[in-house]
């Protein structure tokens, strides 16, 4: 009776702390509200910004920020990317500047941040 309550005990301490363990990994994985994003996200590059940063981020024009290196414009907080792509950006030297909202005046903020999710999951972190 005893090893029956005891082996019952350990494994139930097993189990939750398993449980424990993957529950952060899990919800990250299935976060719908982060999934979604990504896809509107992937949806606004496809349509507004794939034109000049390619579609490996790099950059498909000359002077074009490149979103795959590590001191590019996704070391900048969210809010100093979503602030670029509201208002554009002209980068000192470059030959190329980025109009604001990266020439689609109809996207929102929700978009902008939605974009932002997608560049970072795609190119970035």
Same mark, same amino acid.
């Given at each position: 009776?005893?090893?029956?309550?005891?082996? &019952?005990? #350990?494994? +139930? /301490?097993?189990? $939750?702390? /398993?449980?424990? $363990? $993957? #529950? *952060?990994? /899990?919800?990250?994985?299935?976060?719908?509200? &982060?999934?979604?994003?990504?896809?509107?996200?992937?949806? =606004?590059?496809?349509? #507004? +910004? =794939?034109? +000049?940063?390619?579609?490996?981020? &790099?950059? !498909? /024009? *000359?002077?074009?920020?490149?979103? #795959?290196?590590?001191? %590019? *414009?996704?070391?900048?907080?969210?809010? @100093?990317?979503?602030?670029?792509?509201? @208002? %554009?950006?002209?980068?000192? %030297? !470059? !030959? $190329?500047?980025?109009?604001?909202? %990266?020439?689609?005046p109809s996207l929102s903020d929700d978009d902008i941040l939605a974009l932002i999710v997608y560049l970072r999951s795609e190119f970035g @972190?």
């Open positions: 009776m005893f090893w029956f309550s005891y082996s &019952k005990a #350990t494994s +139930c /301490l097993v189990v $939750l702390t /398993l449980a424990s $363990l $993957l #529950t *952060p990994v /899990l919800a990250a994985a299935g976060d719908p509200d &982060k999934s979604d994003s990504a896809k509107v996200g992937k949806a =606004i590059y496809s349509q #507004t +910004c =794939i034109a +000049c940063h390619g579609a490996n981020g &790099k950059g !498909a /024009l *000359p002077g074009v920020s490149d979103f #795959t290196v590590a001191d %590019g *414009p996704l070391a900048k907080s969210n809010a @100093e990317l979503a602030k670029s792509v509201n @208002e %554009g950006l002209a980068t000192p %030297g !470059a !030959a $190329l500047s980025m109009p604001a909202k %990266g020439g689609n @972190e």
